[in-house]
């Protein structure tokens, strides 16, 4: 019984960990590949990857007496938050983008109440101010420092807002769906879309589509992208998602951005200055106060 409380935590843990250090990798995959054939390349391994472990499981994926909507919302959701994800890092750097998106449970909290009735106290409602003072604070000295544009932290904020109704969606999606059946159906529609653009991109030209995969650095970031962060880390969200509130779940966005944040000053080099570590402490304390009980 203690494990099974315990699996869903270790679980948004393990799972947010690994998309804070997707940043990295992705900022590495854009300089050898533009946005579009990069995400073609990530989510045509992962849905390759998860249908193969599907058949190898002898799992049938179905439709059938289950509502779709929420599931069909929730790839859409995640179709955007991808585009908007490789946006912002292109207008800012990696270590203000993974800060500014640790204001995600901020935007789940709202979204939660007026689609799942998951309402928040006023306490948590008046504790959205610290991220949201945060934000403010990060975009004035990231713009100083040259390492933020203002285009930058539009595209985060939508990047923001798409995986708060993600979550959201997923949340009502689990009850139909389990995480295997939500991970397949997510990276199934994003490869399609993302094919779609990204040959659209190189003039449906199959050779410059694919040039990108002869540069070994590049091939090492997608896999990365692709197996751990499109695959593990969604399964384990997935699972995660079913068994805990959806505010709460979305409390593990800040460990996302710690990781993001250190990732991006040391491996990076990336600059900061008091004013992004005083952004991003008001970011931190507030999500920590925000879901403590």
């Not at 315990?6 to 300089?31: D, Q």
């Not at 779609?196 to 650095?217: L, V, Y």
């Amino acid at each position: 019984m203690k494990n099974s409380k315990l699996l869903p935590y270790l679980a948004a843990t393990l799972g947010n960990v690994i998309w804070g250090l997707s940043f990295l990798f992705i900022t590495e995959a854009l300089k050898y590949a533009p946005s579009p054939v990069m995400l073609a390349h990530r989510f045509l391994i992962s849905a390759l990857v998860t249908g193969i472990f599907l058949l190898i499981r002898g799992k049938k994926v179905t439709f059938k007496g289950k509502s779709w909507k929420s599931l069909v919302l929730m790839m859409a959701f995640q179709a955007v938050y991808y585009i908007f994800e490789t946006l912002g890092l292109q207008y800012s750097n990696t270590t203000i983008a993974g800060l500014v998106l640790a204001a995600v449970p901020v935007v789940t909290i709202f979204t939660g109440a007026v689609f799942l009735k998951e309402i928040p106290t006023r306490r948590q409602a008046l504790l959205c101010l610290l991220p949201v003072a945060g934000v403010i604070l990060m975009t004035v000295y990231g713009n100083e420092l040259g390492a933020l544009q203002p285009l930058g932290i539009v595209f985060l904020l939508l990047t923001c807002l798409s995986s708060a109704f993600y979550k959201t969606a997923a949340r009502k999606s689990s009850q139909d769906f389990d995480p295997w059946e939500r991970t397949f159906f997510v990276l199934t529609s994003s490869a399609l879309f993302f094919s779609i653009s990204g040959m659209n991109e190189t003039g449906w030209n199959i050779g410059e589509f694919f040039a990108p995969m002869a540069n070994g650095q590049y091939v090492i970031a997608v896999l990365f992208l692709s197996l751990l962060c499109s695959v593990a880390a969604n399964t384990l969200v997935n699972y995660a998602v079913g068994k805990m509130e959806v505010m709460k779940l979305a409390s593990f966005g800040a460990l996302s951005s710690l990781c993001t944040m250190v990732a991006g000053v040391l491996i990076l080099h990336e600059p900061v200055n008091l004013g992004l570590l005083i952004g991003a402490v008001l970011i931190l304390v507030g999500i920590h106060r925000l879901t403590a009980k």
